[in-house]
Structure formats: C-alpha cells, structure tokens
C-alpha cells in the first residue's frame, strides 16, 4: 500500500490548495478529506487576548472551510468525494469547569434573533456542524457528501497539561466517567468514510460518553 505524508498549515489557504493538489498528482484521486486539525484556547473571552482568539478561529473554523474547499473543488470535478468535519462536542454544550470562550465560539453557533437576553439567544449548533450541513446541501446535486463528528474529552495532547482537579470534574459530568482512548473513534470515521454510509449526509455524530445526554 502506497502512503505519503504532507506537512500543511491549515490556516493558509495556498498551503492547503498546494497539498491538496499534490496528493492527486501523487494517487490520482482524492476521495476523502478529514478536517480534523484544531488548538484549544486557555481562557475565558475577557482573559484571552485578540491574537489567542484570532489564532484559534484561523485554525480550528478557517483550517476546516480551507480544507473544505480545496477537496470540494477537486470532488466536485471528480463528481465524487467525501468530507468529514472533526466538529465537538462543545459545539452542543458550554463546557466546565474551563473557559474557553474561544474554542466554544468556533465551535459553538452565532445568535438568532429570539426573546432572550438583548433580544438574541444562542444557537448551540457548531459553526462546523452548520458548514458541514449546508455543504452537505450545496455538494449533493453532484454526488458530494459532508458530515461531521462531535468527540467529547479525549485522552490526547490538547488535554494533556490540564490539571487533574478538572479532569476529574470532567469526569463527574461525563455519564461513562471517563475520557476517550482517541482509537474509539475509529467505527465512527470509518463509517462515514466508507460506501457503508453511501446515504449518510448532512450528519453529526456525538461521541462524548454522554456529557451532553445529561
């Protein structure tokens, strides 16, 4: 099996375009793009500064659309392909005891007009679950699919330094009590980038140990 690696910064759309580009010269094709790339931040929205905020929103919303984008052109050409967004689940639920401002605002939805606190209330839906949702819409009249996948807290280095008081707290608010070995996530990927979800599109797949069941 033919395998290749590519170093890309996600938050530069040339980079994106050009590795994009160098997979289909290297393999021919292009048939599944994961957005998968993301940073936290590590504070609230009144303690963080301007750069942390626009360096986490380049990545973690701009990294995926760029992503997005440059396979789409590719799929659309080809009359196939695949996109999964990595979304999460702090794009449903305000997470605790952290405050990550933020991270949640990439992930969390903008206001609609409703009756609610200065006349708007939220919309808990993730601005990549509502890309992944209108791509969905805009790609399948030429044979294109985009879905997305909410992970809760898993054992990876984004949560690495935090301490354990608040990975415990995490814990006490996660029914199954504990955080995710990242390989429980493989059924769901591969499902989704699989002919075995061939009508599967549109979709967002929480996998939390039910924190935002509760």
Not at 9 to 26: I, K, L, S, T
Not at 162 to 171: G, N
């Amino acid at each position: 099996m033919k395998t290749a690696t590519y170093k890309v910064q996600v938050e530069v759309y040339a980079e994106v375009e050009a590795a994009v580009a160098a997979v289909v010269n290297d393999f021919g094709r292009l048939d599944v793009m994961i957005a998968n790339a993301g940073i936290p931040s590590k504070a609230g929205g009144l303690d963080s500064t301007i750069e942390d905020w626009d360096r986490v929103r380049a990545i973690d919303f701009d990294g995926a659309y760029y992503c997005a984008r440059a396979a789409g052109l590719v799929f659309k050409a080809q009359g196939h392909g695949n996109c999964i967004f990595t979304a999460s689940m702090s794009g449903h639920a305000a997470n605790v005891p952290q405050e990550q401002a933020g991270y949640n605002a990439c992930k969390a939805g903008v206001v609609s007009p409703n009756k609610s606190v200065l006349g708007y209330s939220a919309n808990k839906l993730s601005l990549q679950i509502h890309l992944s949702k209108s791509l969905a819409v805009e790609w399948a009249k030429w044979g294109g699919r985009v879905n997305s996948v909410s992970p809760g807290y898993i054992d990876t280095a984004i949560s690495g330094d935090c301490p354990i008081e608040m990975k415990e707290a995490w814990f006490n608010l996660t029914p199954l009590r504990r955080d995710a070995d990242p390989r429980e996530l493989r059924g769901v990927y591969l499902y989704l980038a699989s002919d075995a979800s061939s009508y599967t599109t549109g979709a967002d797949f929480i996998v939390d140990g039910g924190y935002t069941a509760r």
